[in-house]
């Protein structure tokens, strides 16, 4: 990673500073309480969606204020184009969903695909509930139908990185959300 001013080079492409580090904090607080009043003495199990999810789920689960677990999974995609559908297989997942609250915790939906994917598996394994927990929506996310119970922020269609967020493998550390330059 290189730095230019404000601005940072990933790879071949250039980024701009775009959510800073307070802000997102606010939101991801703001989401922690409406989870911890939602989900007090239901003993929810956070399933977050790695790679990405892990800086948000940090953020989120050090603010939530009632008892919680938590545990991690991977996505593995076949078909990879938008239209093709039928994606998602989870891997990973060690704990029993059966009868829990679980909420899902994901860094940004984009179309949606990934998400609906995601959900349809989950949903099999019998949850009590199922809800969804993302930092950041784009705005196509209506093309698949997902609920999004808990969302950070919506932001502009163009590709971000930063909290999480990689292109390419980089950027994942950046305190702060960055967006690429036109
Ligand atoms: P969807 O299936 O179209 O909703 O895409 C969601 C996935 O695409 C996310 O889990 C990310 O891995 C990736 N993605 C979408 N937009 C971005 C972005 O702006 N930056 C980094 N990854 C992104």
């Not at 990933?10 to 607080?29: M, W």
């Not at 997942?93 to 994901?106: C, D, K, P, W, Y």
């Not at 394994?125 to 199922?130: E, F, I, R």
């Given at each position: 990673?290189?730095?230019?001013?404000?601005?940072?080079?990933?790879?071949?492409?250039?980024?701009?500073?775009?959510?800073?580090?307070?802000?997102?904090?606010?939101?991801?607080?703001?989401?922690?309480?409406?989870?911890?009043?939602?989900?007090?003495?239901?003993?929810?199990?956070?399933?977050?969606?790695?790679?990405?999810?892990?800086?948000?789920?940090?953020e989120l689960l050090k603010r939530?204020?009632?008892?919680?677990?938590?545990?991690?999974?991977?996505?593995?995609?076949?078909?990879?184009?938008?239209?093709?559908?039928?994606?998602?297989?989870?891997?990973?997942?060690?704990?029993?969903?059966?009868?829990?609250?679980?909420?899902?915790?994901?860094?940004?939906?984009?179309?949606?695909?990934?998400?609906?994917?995601?959900?349809?598996?989950?949903?099999?394994?019998?949850?009590?509930?199922?809800?969804?927990?993302?930092?950041?929506?784009?705005?196509?996310?209506?093309?698949?139908?997902?609920?999004?119970?808990?969302?950070?922020?919506?932001?502009?269609?163009?590709?971000?990185?930063?909290?999480?967020l990689d292109y390419d493998g980089?950027?994942?550390?950046?305190?702060?959300?960055?967006?690429?330059?036109?």
């Amino acid at each position: 990673m290189s730095q230019n001013a404000s601005a940072v080079t990933l790879h071949d492409r250039i980024f701009v500073p775009y959510v800073g580090t307070e802000e997102l904090e606010s939101h991801v607080a703001a989401l922690a309480e409406r989870i911890t009043t939602d989900y007090a003495g239901k003993n929810p199990l956070f399933v977050v969606v790695l790679n990405g999810a892990f800086f948000f789920a940090a953020e989120l689960l050090k603010r939530v204020a009632t008892d919680c677990e938590v545990t991690f999974v991977k996505l593995a995609s076949y078909q990879g184009t938008e239209s093709t559908g039928k994606v998602t297989e989870v891997m990973g997942l060690s704990e029993e969903l059966s009868g829990r609250h679980v909420i899902a915790v994901e860094d940004i939906v984009d179309t949606g695909l990934t998400l609906h994917g995601l959900l349809e598996s989950l949903q099999k394994h019998g949850p009590a509930s199922l809800a969804v927990a993302t930092l950041l929506l784009k705005p196509r996310a209506l093309r698949h139908p997902v609920v999004l119970d808990y969302v950070g922020l919506k932001i502009d269609d163009r590709f971000v990185v930063g909290w999480g967020l990689d292109y390419d493998g980089l950027g994942r550390n950046l305190p702060q959300l960055y967006q690429e330059s036109t």
